[in-house]
Structure formats: structure tokens, C-alpha cells
T-cell receptor, first 115, second 112 residues
Framework: DTEVTQTPKHLVMGMTNKKSLKCEQH?????MYWYKQKAKKPPELMFV???????INESVPSRFSPECPNSSLLNLHLHALQPEDSALYLC??????????????FGQGTRLTVV | GESVGLHLPTLSVQEGDNSIINCAYS??????FIWYKQESGKGPQFIID?????DKRQGQRVTVLLNKTVKHLSLQIAATQPGDSAVYFC???????????FGAGTILRVKS
């Protein structure tokens, strides 16, 4: 299984809503990532988890709250988002955060629209 | 055909021709580089990677070249096919700890 699975595929939410994006991998990877991608732009790194601990936070606003409940799951909790937060949210995983660098596998993303 | 990256340029090539996609990376300390392909509505898909102790690596129909002196990376696709049409991103790992950062991307369009 070389898949990273993200749910939901599409999400429309109001600015006062609370929602969560979910990501799952069963490759035994110990690094997991959240990226945000706007149209015609490259993915922008938001968070990195290494061994279930937050290792990188790229100064993301607190209305985005990541969570790594175990080595296979990664969540992104959303609250009080703005319309400019509408984007494709990508989850990725890679094998070993502290060993030789290895490729990151990406999910298909969640297309988020904030209204 | 060739392209220079960082502003999402478009490279149009004829089916069967070779394609060269270029990327200038930013951090001289980066030690690992990946090329990704992203089709519309999908997540990035791994194509090929290269470590900083190499200057060339070949895969199936693809070759990555790394020039650390000028911080330049290129992806060569041989005998380009319509299924190669996508956006191509280079990514650099900027520090030990998996801070993988993407370049701006290049749109590849293959004409039949």
C-alpha cells in the first residue's frame, strides 16, 4: 500500500464553522506533512510532524490546528477560516524524519472552499 | 524544447520530442531534490530524486541533472507523450528534518 488517503475530497464551510481534514497512511512512515496549494501555485509547507511530534510550523495562523493522534493519522482542524483560505490542502508522508532523505508521497488533497 | 522555471511558464512540445524543464533552487545547503508531476485535480506524484553527492540520475524516460555550482536542476523527458502533460515541480529539502519546499512549477503541454 503506497497510498496517502485524504478525506473529504471536497469541503465547503462557512467562516464560523469548525471542520477537520483527515489524512491516513499505512506505509509505516514517521514524517507527515500538511501543504496548502492555491491555483497555479506550488504547494506551500504548513506543518511537519516527525514521530508524531510537531517539528515544523511555518508561521501558520492559529485558525489552522494540526493534530497527529498516531503514526498513521494526521488531522487538520479548521476554525474561523477566511475566504482567502480556500485552497487545495495536501497531506504527504515520508519514511524517516531523521535518516537519509526519502521521497514524500502525497494524497489527492481536499479542495476547501470557505464561504 | 526548454523552459526556465520559477514563474509557472509553459513549455509546449511535440509528441515524440524530448522535453527539458529547468529549476533554480534557493538554498545552497539543500542536499536532496525531487521532481514531482501534478495532473489537474490530483496531488503531486513522485518522478525522480537526486542527492547532492550526484550530478545525474536516470529513470525510465527521465533524467535529472544537478549543478550545485549554479544551484540548478533540470528534468529531461525523452520521447514526450500526451500523458506527460501536467505541471512539473522541483522540490528541495532545505534541512535535515524534511522541510521539503517546492519551486514555482512549469506547465508541460504535449501536442499530438
Amino acid at each position: 500500500d503506497t497510498e496517502v488517503t485524504q478525506t473529504p475530497k471536497h469541503l465547503v464551510m462557512g467562516m464560523t464553522n469548525k471542520k477537520s481534514l483527515k489524512c491516513e497512511q499505512h506505509m509505516g512512515h514517521r514524517a507527515m506533512y500538511w501543504y496548502k496549494q492555491k491555483a497555479k501555485k506550488p504547494p506551500e509547507l504548513m506543518f511537519v510532524y516527525s514521530y508524531e511530534k510537531l517539528s515544523i510550523n511555518e508561521s501558520v495562523p492559529s485558525r489552522f490546528s494540526p493534530e497527529c493522534p498516531n503514526s498513521s493519522l494526521l488531522n487538520l482542524h479548521l476554525h474561523a477560516l477566511q475566504p482567502e483560505d480556500s485552497a487545495l490542502y495536501l497531506c504527504a508522508s515520508s519514511q524517516d524524519p531523521t535518516g537519509a532523505n526519502t521521497e514524500a508521497f502525497f494524497g489527492q488533497g481536499t479542495r476547501l472552499t470557505v464561504v | 524544447g526548454e523552459s526556465v522555471g520559477l514563474h509557472l511558464p509553459t513549455l509546449s512540445v511535440q509528441e515524440g520530442d524530448n522535453s527539458i524543464i529547468n529549476c533554480a533552487y534557493s538554498n545552497s545547503a539543500s542536499d536532496y531534490f525531487i521532481w514531482y508531476k501534478q495532473e489537474s485535480g490530483k496531488g503531486p506524484q513522485f518522478i525522480i530524486d537526486i542527492r547532492s553527492n550526484m550530478d545525474k540520475r536516470q529513470g525510465q524516460r527521465v533524467t535529472v541533472l544537478l549543478n550545485k555550482t549554479v544551484k540548478h536542476l533540470s528534468l529531461q523527458i525523452a520521447a514526450t507523450q500526451p500523458g506527460d502533460s501536467a505541471v512539473y515541480f522541483c522540490a528541495e529539502n532545505m534541512e535535515y528534518g524534511n522541510k521539503l519546499v517546492f519551486g514555482a512549477g512549469t506547465i508541460l503541454r504535449v501536442k499530438s
